[in-house]
C-alpha cells in the first residue's frame, strides 16, 4: 500500500513538473521544474531497487547536467526576461502531435499483454556490475565502456575547441 | 512489484511527449535542449522497467540506461558550448534567428 502512495505521489510529481517545466516561459525556472522531475525520477529507480542508477541520475542529471543549464542560462539571458510564444499554428501543431503519438503508445500499451516474469529478485550486488562492465564474454560490456571513454574524450576537446576566444 | 507495469510505462509515455512538445513548440535553444533531457529521461525509465519486470535476472536494461545517461551528459555538454557560441556572435539563441551559418 505504502509502494503504491509513494508511486502515485512520483507520478504526479513528474507529470506536473514536466508539464511546467515545457510551458513556462520564465527559462529559469523551467529549468528548476526540470530539476524536480530528474529526482523523482530518481525516485522511480530507488522504487524499483536499482540504487546504483539512482545514486548515478542524481549526481550525473541533477548534479552535472542541470549546474551546466543554469551556468548558460545566466550567460545568456537577463533577469526577468519571458519567452515570447511562437505562432498559435506551431503551438497547435506541435500539441496535436504530442497528443496522437500519446494516443497511440496509450492504446499499444494497455492492449500488449505484457509476461511479467515471476522469478525471484535480488539486486545487482557492485561486484557484480563491476564484473558485467569489465568482462568481455557474451551480456558483457567493455566495448561500450571503452566507446564511451573514447566519446568522453572527444566531447573534452571538441567542447574546448569551440569554447574557446578567437 | 505491487504497482503494475502500466502504471510505470503510462507515466514515462506521459514524460516522452511532454518532451517532444517542448522539442517543438519552443524558441530558446537551451528550453528544447531540456526537453531533449526529458525524453531521454522517458526512455531510460522504460528501460529499467522492462529490465525489473519481465527479464530481472539480467543486466541489459541496467547497463543501457547507464550508458545513456552518459552519453547525455557528453551530448549536452557539447550542445551547450555551440549555443554559447552561437550567443557570442548573434547575441540571441532563439532558433527563428539562427539562419545564419557564417557570420
Known amino acids: 500500500m505504502a509502494e503504491q502512495i509513494i508511486f502515485y505521489i512520483l507520478a504526479a510529481v513528474i507529470v506536473v513538473f514536466s508539464i511546467l517545466s515545457v510551458t513556462s516561459k520564465r527559462i529559469l525556472r523551467s529549468a528548476t521544474y526540470l530539476l524536480f522531475v530528474l529526482i523523482a525520477t530518481a525516485g522511480l529507480y530507488f522504487m524499483l531497487d536499482y540504487e546504483f542508477l539512482a545514486g548515478v541520475q542524481i549526481s550525473v542529471y541533477a548534479g552535472g547536467i542541470l549546474v551546466l543549464f543554469v551556468f548558460s542560462i545566466l550567460l545568456t539571458s537577463h533577469a526577468g526576461d519571458k519567452e515570447k510564444p511562437r505562432h498559435w499554428g506551431r503551438l497547435l501543431a506541435a500539441a496535436l502531435t504530442a497528443v496522437v503519438g500519446f494516443g497511440l503508445c496509450l492504446y499499444i500499451i494497455l492492449n500488449n499483454v505484457f509476461k511479467v516474469a515471476n522469478q525471484i529478485w535480488q539486486e545487482p550486488t557492485m561486484q557484480q556490475v563491476g564484473q558485467t562492465l569489465m568482462g568481455t564474454d557474451k551480456n558483457q560490456y567493455l566495448l561500450p565502456f571503452e566507446a564511451i571513454s573514447i566519446l568522453l574524450l572527444a566531447c573534452i576537446i571538441g567542447g574546448i575547441m569551440i569554447a574557446r576566444k578567437r | ?103
Request: charged share 10%; aromatic share 14%.
Open chain 2, 1 to 103: 512489484m505491487n504497482v503494475p507495469i502500466e502504471a510505470y510505462l503510462i507515466v514515462s509515455t506521459i514524460m516522452f511527449f511532454v518532451g517532444v512538445y517542448g522539442f517543438l513548440a519552443r524558441r530558446n535553444l537551451l528550453t528544447i535542449l531540456m526537453s531533449l533531457e526529458l525524453m531521454l529521461n522517458a526512455v531510460n525509465i522504460n528501460f529499467t522497467v522492462f529490465n525489473r519486470y519481465l527479464f530481472p535476472g539480467q543486466l541489459d536494461g541496467f547497463f543501457f540506461t547507464l550508458f545513456i545517461i552518459g552519453i547525455a551528459a557528453a551530448e549536452t555538454a557539447l550542445a551547450i558550448a555551440i549555443i554559447i557560441n552561437i550567443y557570442r556572435n548573434i547575441q540571441n539563441i532563439f532558433v527563428d534567428k539562427v539562419n545564419n551559418l557564417k557570420h
